[in-house]
């Protein structure tokens, strides 16, 4: 079959196809735990069931606006109130199937063919494939564990062009753990802004932070929305990623063009969806808390057992759900990259990881701990066994 040339430029997701190949040995009677994939073992809050059940009773599950249900925009805006201070209506709001697909839409309604976008590595694995997708230009800047992965206005300041359209910026970061301070994201911003550049801040992870506090780029005011939007979801939260639900807020027209990306794409989200993820906005703000402290003392068991891995630094997070650890130490002779590292792993001790080469940076492996204690220690004694 010929396939487009778009088609050809995309690869798959590599976090997506370790979890598949782990669940495929499992399928086959192995015993792999997945310390893969970027999902709570937690189920959501019961009011986000009873939600779901009320409105599959109902009957009134039919199409919805593509841009999704007033009252789950109004949930939204409530909340961005209410954590950040930020005073937003409904035309600021678009919801989609996930924070993946707002970011991906975003992307499409902001990038003409050409246009470059900067991605700080280590990346989330979706990044490039997305403006890719949009005909956009991935350019990367490489990041470094002494600073802690943070990019830095004079980062930017070497990257950026004249053709420079969008900065991709996750805080909490999705492999790294890392969360930027509120005179960072305030500088990124002024240098955005400066600039003419999107930031398009990815801000997934905003409730699972375990130290130091969290700054969104709401907090800095509405007047952001020339040159910023943020985007994020109830999946990390709220233990959802199944329902997928997530959001974009932004300047109206921005909002607006997402809006009829997905009138044509894939029209409204999942409507039982939209139900449950109102009640996850208006009734469940404790439900972050409980999960925090899970994470925290999971996060701790990690630290301590992979400090005892031969070969292994592990850098400690200070948000989200994983652990990247530097497994430079480890290479060598016996394996010649983190990708063969991990594929050793998952063969003998029945442990999937994702490599570092995933996420734009060899000689790491990711290590989430989203995972239950009990998985989380047999998983990291099986590697320490394997690899002594
Ligand atoms: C950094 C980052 N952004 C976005 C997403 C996507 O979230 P969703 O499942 O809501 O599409 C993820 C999920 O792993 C992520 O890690």
Not at 68 to 81: E, H, I, W
Not at 321 to 345: H, K, P, Q
Not at 363 to 374: D, H, K, Q, T
Request: proline share 6%.
């Amino acid at each position: 079959m010929r396939l487009s040339e778009l088609a050809g430029k995309i690869n798959p997701s590599p976090t997506l196809s370790l979890s598949a190949r782990a669940r495929r040995m499992k399928s086959e009677g192995k015993d792999v735990i997945a310390l893969s994939a970027g999902e709570l073992d937690f189920p959501p809050p019961r009011e986000v069931i009873d939600a779901a059940k009320r409105a599959l009773d109902s009957g009134d599950i039919r199409y919805t606006a593509a841009s999704g249900m007033p009252a789950l925009k109004q949930a939204v805006c409530d909340r961005y109130r209410r954590k950040y201070n930020l005073a937003i209506s409904l035309e600021n709001v678009v919801i989609s199937s996930g924070a993946k697909h707002s970011l991906a839409n975003v992307l499409l309604a902001l990038l003409n063919p050409g246009d470059e976008v900067i991605i700080p590595v280590p990346y989330w694995v979706s990044y490039p494939e997305m403006v890719k997708l949009a005909g956009g230009k991935p350019v990367f800047v490489r990041t470094s564990p002494e600073d802690r992965f943070k990019l830095t206005v004079e980062m930017l300041e070497n990257a950026a062009t004249e053709k420079t359209r969008v900065l991709m910026l996750n805080s909490p970061n999705n492999p790294t753990g890392t969360v930027y301070t509120r005179d960072e994201i305030e500088a990124i911003y002024r240098f955005a802004r400066e600039r003419g550049i999107v930031v398009l801040a990815d801000e997934i992870y905003e409730d699972l932070v375990f130290s130091g506090g969290f700054f969104s780029f709401a907090q800095i005011g509405g007047e952001i929305f020339e040159n910023v939007v943020i985007v994020s979801g109830v999946s990390k939260t709220y233990a959802m990623t199944g329902w997928r639900i997530g959001w974009a807020v932004g300047h109206p027209e921005l909002i607006a063009a997402v809006g009829r990306i997905q009138a044509h794409q894939t029209s409204n989200p999942c409507t039982v969806s939209q139900y449950a993820s109102i009640a996850a906005l208006n009734e469940c703000d404790y439900f972050p808390k409980m999960v925090v402290e899970q994470i925290r003392r999971r996060r701790q068991i990690a630290l301590d057992m992979l400090r005892k891995i031969p070969g292994f630094k592990p850098i400690e997070p200070d948000g989200a759900f994983y652990i990247f650890c530097d497994v430079s130490g480890a290479l060598g002779e016996r394996f010649a990259s983190s990708t063969e590292l991990a594929g050793y792993i998952l063969e003998n001790a029945l442990v999937a990881a994702v490599p570092g080469e995933a996420f734009g940076m060899p000689g790491f492996l990711r290590i989430s701990i989203a995972a239950s204690e009990e998985q989380i220690k047999e998983a990291l004694a099986r590697i320490k066994s394997v690899l002594s």
